[in-house]
């Protein structure tokens, strides 16, 4: 099919979605909160059995990263484990090489030196175990939001794959509320509909750890909130490694078990700083005294050296 009657066919199918999405545009999202409440009571008794160990999943020695053309020294002997279940927030100022360690973790470039380990096997490439979320959606305009969720499972595996899931991604747009928004086009979708889908396409080929690289930081106060609330409640029900770069202390400290605060250029561990507030974490919390303890802590490390 030639570029032009491939484009006509997807005029007419946007304005079919159009159609749609006039009865009740809000429904879905309605329907994703109600499911989120009913999933509190939930995932609050997930809790680890009596003399339960997690299990180490990522584990970072020594990884350091140097780019010579520049002569630049990104990051300097960084040591980094994940347990299974565990989320961690790194945090510290623009250009300290949060994004550099994200990449290396996600086998998108190499270390210069030291070792990356996931499950117990060197990380020396994208893999499959692997799920990434960007500051931007990037979903293809000419894609429906299921075809844009199957997407990485077509790209691996091909379309017959591709089609196999796609009571998976189904699965995962009731998930975070976007039931009936499979065969709406991204032009359709709001900021934080178009992460969602972006989060269900992460989460289709059911990887190990979530790499998130500040997913949420263009969406409004309101939206991102949400879908940090969202995030965690998919977490928690599937027991997910997530590790996470931002640059908010309230997301980093409302989200994560630990949050390390790393130093400025080469990039370096200064702290790790252990979370110790119940979850499911709620908004409420947002003005816990405990919490407000924890983002002075860090605040106060960012400018003592942090920043320096």
Not at 38 to 66: C, T
Not at 196 to 204: D, G, N, S
Not at 249 to 272: H, K, N, Q, T, W
Request: proline share 6%.
């Amino acid at each position: 099919m030639g570029p032009v009657a491939e484009g006509a066919r997807g005029e007419r199918r946007v304005e079919g979605s159009s159609a749609r999405l006039a009865e009740g545009v809000y429904e879905p999202v309605r329907e994703g909160l109600e499911y989120r409440d009913r999933s509190v009571s939930v995932v609050s008794n997930l809790k680890a059995p009596a003399g339960h160990v997690a299990r180490p999943v990522f584990q970072l020695r020594g990884v350091s990263k140097s780019f010579a053309r520049r002569n630049v020294q990104a990051l300097d002997k960084v040591d980094l484990t994940l347990e299974q279940g565990q989320f961690a927030s790194v945090i510290g100022a623009s250009g300290c090489g949060k994004s550099t360690l994200l990449k290396i973790m996600a086998g998108l470039t190499p270390p210069s030196s030291g070792s990356v380990m996931l499950s117990g096997k060197p990380v020396l490439g994208p893999r499959r175990d692997i799920g990434m979320m960007f500051q931007q959606a990037t979903l293809f305009p000419w894609r429906t939001t299921l075809e844009n969720i199957v997407l990485p499972i077509e790209i691996q595996d091909g379309k017959k794959a591709a089609l196999a899931v796609h009571d998976r991604a189904h699965a995962l747009l009731d998930l975070v509320g976007l039931r009936g928004f499979d065969k709406v086009y991204p032009s359709e979708l709001s900021g934080g509909m178009a992460q969602r889908a972006a989060m269900c396409r992460m989460l289709i080929a059911e990887p190990d750890v979530l790499l998130l690289d500040e997913p949420f930081s263009a969406l409004d106060e309101i939206s991102r909130d949400f879908m940090n609330m969202e995030l965690q409640r998919i977490c928690l029900e599937r027991n997910a490694t997530a590790f996470l770069v931002t640059h908010s202390i309230p997301e980093a400290v409302i989200l994560s078990d630990v949050v390390y605060v790393m130093s400025p250029r080469p990039g370096r561990f200064v702290e790790a700083v252990q979370i110790d507030l119940p979850r499911p974490r709620t908004l409420d919390m947002l003005s816990d005294p405990l919490f407000g303890r924890y983002t002075k802590q860090i605040r106060g490390r960012l400018d003592k050296g942090a920043f320096i």
